[in-house]
C-alpha cells in the first residue's frame, strides 16, 4: 500500500501517454516521500460521469507509519497536486486515508 485512485471527468480523461506520464509521477511520489516498497504502490484511473465538483478526484489509501507524519504527508500532497496540474492540467481535490496495521486485512 499505498493506493492512489484519481476519479476523472469522462470528457476530459487524457491520453494514455499523459496518464503513463503521471503514474510515473504517482509511483515516484510514493517511494521517495511515503517511502513505500515498489510492489505495494498501486494506481488506479476510473473515469466518471461528474455530477458536481472539481474535475478530477484523488483518493490516497496508505498505511499508517510513524515517518508518514503531517509534515511529510503535506508534501505528498502538495507534490501531487502539481503533477496532477503539470501532467493533465486538471485541478484535483485530494484526500488521504490512513489506515492502520490492525485494520488492513489483505491478499496478495
Known sequence: M?????????????????????????????TRVLQAALKNVHVIYVEVRRGHG??????????????????????????????????IGLTARIRCFAYSTANIHARN
Open 54 to 87: 472539481h474535475p478530477v478526484f484523488a483518493e490516497v489509501q496508505y498505511r499508517l507509519e510513524t515517518f508518514r507524519t503531517p509534515q511529510v504527508m503535506n508534501e505528498f500532497t502538495e507534490a501531487l497536486d502539481s503533477a496532477i496540474l503539470r501532467r
Open 2 to 30: 499505498p493506493n492512489v485512485t484519481l476519479y476523472i471527468a469522462t470528457e476530459q480523461m487524457p491520453s494514455t501517454e499523459k496518464l503513463a506520464e503521471l503514474s510515473g509521477d504517482c509511483i515516484e511520489l510514493c
